[in-house]
Nanobody, 132 residues
Framework: QLQASGGGLVQAGGSLRLSCAASGFTFDDYAIGWFRQAPGKEREGVSGISSSDGMTYYADSVKGRFTVSSDNAKNTVYLQVNSLKPEDTAVYYC???????????????????????????WGKGTLVTVSS
C-alpha cells in the first residue's frame, strides 16, 4: 500500500515536501507517480520516478518548481514542491506501477478514469492548499 502525507496550507511562493511511503511490495520493482486533482477537475499526472534507476519525469506546469526523489532504504518517494501557486491547490496522490512506461505516459496529461483501475497501487491523497 501507499500512504501520502505532508500536505497543508501555504501561501503562494511557499514550499512543502510531500512523502509517499510504500509497504507490502518490492519497492525497487516499481515506478512511482505523483498525481493531483483540483476541485472540480480531473486527475493529472505531475511527476514520476523509476525506483530502479532514478529516472524522473515532470509535467511542464511544474518543471523547475517540483523535484521528485526516492529513498529506497526507506521505501519512500518525496515530492518537494516549491514556488507554489494557487493553481497548485489540489489533492496530491501517489501511485505505483511495475510498468514505468505507464507512469511516464501519464505525467503531464489527464488520467483517463479507466486508467485508475490499471494502476497497481494508489495511495490516499494529501491536500495541498495554496492561498494567494
Amino acid at each position: 500500500q501507499l500512504q501520502a502525507s505532508g500536505g497543508g496550507l501555504v501561501q503562494a511562493g511557499g514550499s512543502l515536501r510531500l512523502s509517499c511511503a510504500a509497504s507490502g511490495f518490492t519497492f525497487d520493482d516499481y515506478a512511482i507517480g505523483w498525481f493531483r486533482q483540483a476541485p472540480g477537475k480531473e486527475r493529472e499526472g505531475v511527476s514520476g520516478i523509476s525506483s530502479s534507476d532514478g529516472m524522473t519525469y515532470y509535467a511542464d506546469s511544474v518543471k523547475g518548481r517540483f523535484t521528485v526523489s526516492s529513498d529506497n532504504a526507506k521505501n519512500t518517494v518525496y515530492l518537494q514542491v516549491n514556488s507554489l501557486k494557487p493553481e497548485d491547490t489540489a489533492v496530491y496522490y501517489c501511485a505505483a506501477d511495475r510498468d514505468e512506461r505507464f507512469i511516464r505516459t501519464l505525467v503531464g496529461r489527464i488520467v483517463p478514469k479507466n486508467y485508475y483501475y490499471g494502476m497497481d497501487y494508489w495511495g490516499k491523497g494529501t491536500l495541498v492548499t495554496v492561498s494567494s
